[in-house]
């Protein structure tokens, strides 16, 4: 049974950096597809940012350039680096697998940008 857990998450100050981490097991890390999604309370999940089993990564315009996905397939963990944090990143972060149409979640970690 595949499981996703996420952690890192916190209240942090904006302009602040926070790394998330979401160690999988249950299944061969290194051929699926990982990513990033968060939801802010009153709004749809949304993209956030991806890597694929090769490495290629995808952001969203309103984080590109301040977050950084990356992953380590000998640890089966992806990471989230988040800078330069604003108000407006403030959501839960579920990290998400998939590949071949067969997609898992994580239960989400909350992410607080507030003075």
């Known amino acids: 049974q595949v499981q996703l857990v996420e952690s890192g998450g916190g209240l942090v100050q904006p302009g602040g950096s926070l790394r998330l981490s979401c160690a999988a097991s249950?299944?061969?890390?290194?051929?699926?597809?990982m990513g990033w999604y968060r939801q802010a309370p009153g709004k749809e999940r949304e993209l956030v940012a991806i890597?694929?089993?090769?490495?290629?990564?995808t952001y969203a315009d309103s984080v590109k350039g301040r977050f950084t996905i990356s992953r380590d397939n000998s640890k089966a963990t992806v990471y989230l680096q988040m800078n330069s944090l604003k108000p407006e990143d403030t959501a839960v972060y579920y990290c998400?697998?998939?590949?071949?149409?067969?997609?898992?979640w994580g239960k989400g970690t909350l992410v607080t940008v507030s003075l």
């Open positions: 890597i694929a089993s090769v490495g290629s990564q």
């Open positions: 998400h697998q998939y590949l071949g149409g067969m997609d898992y």
């Open positions: 249950g299944s061969v890390f290194s051929m699926y597809q």
